[in-house]
């Protein structure tokens, strides 16, 4: 079973302009999740989509992220303009929704962003 | 709001002796612990989870983890550590989310090195 898909791997930018990351689900997991983790610090939930619905985004910086699974299965997450501060990986995850608590999430490799 | 304390930033051991990672959490209602590794340029894999039943849980390569109700404490244990063990590991507690899947919160995660 292949994994979560993540593109790039890595990406520089400089400040103020923007990026997009892409992540391509497990196969079959409604749910899916983006993950900020700044060096030393464990991830954080940027958002999470069940299907193409957004379910919570309380900790998206919205004046500068979005977010997006059009089609309830690849996800697009993009910053604009970037700042310095956003420099980290940005990992993605997905589960299998069964309606309960208890969904285990599988990640991806993440992309790392360095903003100079 | 739910909160995972992983009081070791750095451990080092071994090769071949045991290994114990602690990991405290605050949260209301019955906990869902989960351990994960991070290697270096990848994402997290699952170790192992806690939902409810036996107490101690075991999961992949070796690992096991011990829910303490009492203590408030989800710790990961090894009896003998490998090189290839050598990675950073998280510890998360999940609550649900209305509309599906879960919601993690992440320690600030430690990061393991094994002596040869």
């Known amino acids: 079973e292949a994994g979560v898909a993540q593109s790039p791997r890595y990406k520089i930018i400089e400040k103020r302009q923007s990026v997009a990351f892409w992540c391509n689900p497990i196969?079959?997991?409604?749910?899916l999740y983006w993950y900020q983790q700044i060096l030393g610090q464990g991830p954080k939930l940027l958002i999470q989509?069940?299907?193409?619905?957004?379910?919570?985004d309380s900790q998206l910086p919205k004046d500068r992220f979005s977010a997006e699974r059009l089609k309830g299965v690849d996800s697009t997450l993009k910053i604009q303009p970037a700042k310095l501060e956003d420099s980290a990986v940005y990992l993605c995850?997905?589960?299998?929704?069964?309606?309960?608590?208890?969904?285990?999430?599988?990640f991806g490799p993440g992309t790392r962003l360095t903003v100079l | 709001a739910q909160s995972v304390t992983q009081p070791d930033i750095h451990i080092t051991v071994s090769e071949g002796a045991s290994l114990e990672l602690r990991c405290n959490y605050s949260y209301g209602a019955t906990p869902y612990l989960f351990w994960y590794v991070q290697s270096p340029g990848q994402g997290l894999q699952l170790l192992l989870k806690?939902?409810?039943?036996?107490?101690l849980v075991q999961g992949i390569k070796g690992f096991e983890a011990e829910f303490k109700r009492s203590q408030s404490s989800f710790n990961l244990r090894k009896p003998s550590v490998h090189w290839s063990d050598a990675a950073e590991y998280f510890c998360?507690?999940?609550?649900?989310?209305?509309?599906?899947?879960?919601?993690?919160?992440f320690g600030t995660g430690t990061q393991l090195k094994v002596e040869l």
């Open positions: 196969s079959g997991h409604a749910t």
């Open positions: 989509f069940q299907n193409n619905g957004v379910v919570d």
């Open positions: 995850a997905s589960s299998f929704w069964t309606g309960a608590n208890t969904d285990t999430q599988y």
């Open positions: 806690y939902f409810s039943g036996d107490t």
């Open positions: 998360a507690v999940a609550e649900g989310v209305t509309g599906g899947g879960n919601k993690l919160t």
